[in-house]
T-cell receptor, first 115, second 111 residues
């Protein structure tokens, strides 16, 4: 079975540009999570969805960040405009009811560098 | 105070050694506990859940102390392939499905 798929794997952009990160969760999973990981702050939850509906976006750093989940198999995280401090690895994770309770399965991440 | 705290390490141990990591959490209402493993430049992956009675998976043993609010991971007979960062993870029982991750403990196993 395919795991969580993220694209692009690497993104280098200039300050002020719009960045869109994409995620395809594991089929059948009803929760989707967006995380950001930096050396200083570790892994931080940005937002999560349940059945395509945003449930908690309290971790979204500011209005420059937005996330959508138009259907059960696709989600985007957009940063507009991007800033150098947004440089990090962004992970998408999904969770379903089967398997170990509360287990989240992570995608390979998108390594974002904003110059 | 951070919700989940871990010693960042690194822990440098020789092959075959036994090593233990501890982690403390601040939310006494937490109900689910995990250890995740993260290899360099890779995504976190579930290593094992932590149950109240303690649980073992091969060379790995996890224990939970609710009274003191700490979780431990013991690795016996360390292998080179155990070198990674180990993340302590807690789920807060707030009705949300959040996992709170510690910043991780780095383990380096040398020949």
């Amino acid at each position: 079975d395919a795991g969580v798929i993220q694209s692009p794997r690497h993104e280098v952009t200039e300050m002020g540009q719009e960045v869109t990160l994409r995620c395809k969760p594991i089929s059948g999973h009803d929760y989707l999570f967006w995380y950001r990981q930096t050396m200083m702050r570790g892994l931080e939850l940005l937002i999560y969805f349940n059945n395509n509906v945003p449930i908690d976006d309290s971790g979204m750093p500011e209005d420059r960040f937005s996330a959508k989940m138009p259907n059960a198999s696709f989600s985007t995280l957009k940063i507009q405009p991007s800033e150098p401090r947004d440089s990090a690895v962004y992970f998408c994770a999904s969770r379903g009811l089967a398997g170990v309770k509360d287990t989240q399965y992570f995608g390979p991440g998108t390594r974002l560098t904003v110059l | 105070r951070k919700e989940v705290e871990q010693d960042p390490g690194p822990f440098n141990v020789p092959e075959g050694a036994t090593v233990a990591f501890n982690c403390t959490y601040s939310n006494s209402a937490s109900q689910s506990f995990f250890w995740y493993r993260q290899d360099c430049r890779k995504e976190p992956k579930l290593l094992m859940s932590v149950y109240s009675s303690g649980n073992e998976d091969g060379r790995f043993t996890a224990q939970l102390n609710r009274a003191s609010q700490y979780i431990s991971l013991l690795i016996r007979d360390s292998k080179l392939s155990d070198s990674a960062t180990y993340l302590c993870v807690v789920n807060a029982n707030t009705g949300f499905q959040k996992l709170v991750f510690g910043t991780g403990t780095r383990l380096l196993v040398s020949p």
